[in-house]
């Protein structure tokens, strides 16, 4: 089946440290997707990128759909940006459904 | 509505019972997702509606699990005869078109059976 895979896993930051998220995908991209969940659960919208590189303010991503990959870029973290990123992959195999990564746990210390 | 909608925001039942879960997507979307998030653990997709087309109920993970979607807007997942692995959050999404958009999640729905 498709793959996708997050790393780190889990990250602790130093609040003002920069950091890069990355998702790995097995097969060809037509949707990607990175989310926020933050304490309460909600998942935050974060950046709509099949391909090319996006920005908003402290955040930033690149997906470069022939290699496979997303880049999620943290600038400058702080508390609030604590909680669960995920990835979430859409292609043209495996259905319509988007599948998603298993998340990176990230806590930013004061 | 100005966003997608889940009620109930929390659910406690008794192992045994039945309970629905309700999803209102986002006005005009065409394609709405529910997964189910589990203390801790990622998401699993279980089901995906488009317009007027069969649904992939390939994520459902029994046949006590069922969803409709009526008229093409509101959903309703219903869980027979729950049991504790039920326990978890579940979420709902949508999407303008089925591929090559932006999915919008609810705040989802805590299921505890107790």
């Known amino acids: 089946g498709i793959q996708v895979e997050q790393s780190p896993p889990d990250l602790i930051l130093q609040e003002g440290a920069n950091s890069t998220l990355r998702c790995n995908f097995s097969d060809s991209v037509n949707n990607l997707q990175w989310f926020h969940q933050n304490p309460w659960g909600q998942l935050i919208n974060l950046f709509y990128?099949?391909?090319g590189t996006k920005q908003n303010g402290r955040l930033s991503a690149t997906t470069v759909a022939t290699e496979r990959y997303s880049l999620l870029y943290i600038s400058s973290s702080q508390t609030t940006d604590s909680g669960v990123y995920f990835c979430?992959?859409?292609?043209?195999?495996?259905?319509?459904?988007?599948?998603f990564g298993a998340g990176t746990r990230l806590f930013v210390k004061a | 509505g100005a966003g997608v909608s889940q009620s109930p925001s929390n659910k406690v039942t008794e192992k045994g019972k039945d309970v629905e879960l309700r999803c209102d997507p986002i006005s005009g979307h065409t394609a709405l997702y529910w997964y189910r998030q589990s203390l801790g653990q990622g998401l699993e997709f279980l089901i995906y509606?488009?317009?007027?087309?069969?649904?992939?109920k390939s994520g459902l993970p029994s046949d006590r699990f069922s969803a409709e979607r009526t008229g093409g807007s509101v959903s309703t997942l219903t869980i027979q005869r729950t049991q504790q692995e039920d326990s978890a959050v579940y979420l709902c999404a949508s999407s303008s078109r089925p591929r090559n958009t932006e999915a919008f999640f609810g705040q989802g729905t805590r299921l505890t059976v107790v």
């Open positions: 979430a992959w859409g292609g043209n195999t495996g259905g319509f459904k988007t599948i």
């Open positions: 990128i099949p391909s």
């Open positions: 509606f488009q317009g007027n087309s069969a649904p992939d």
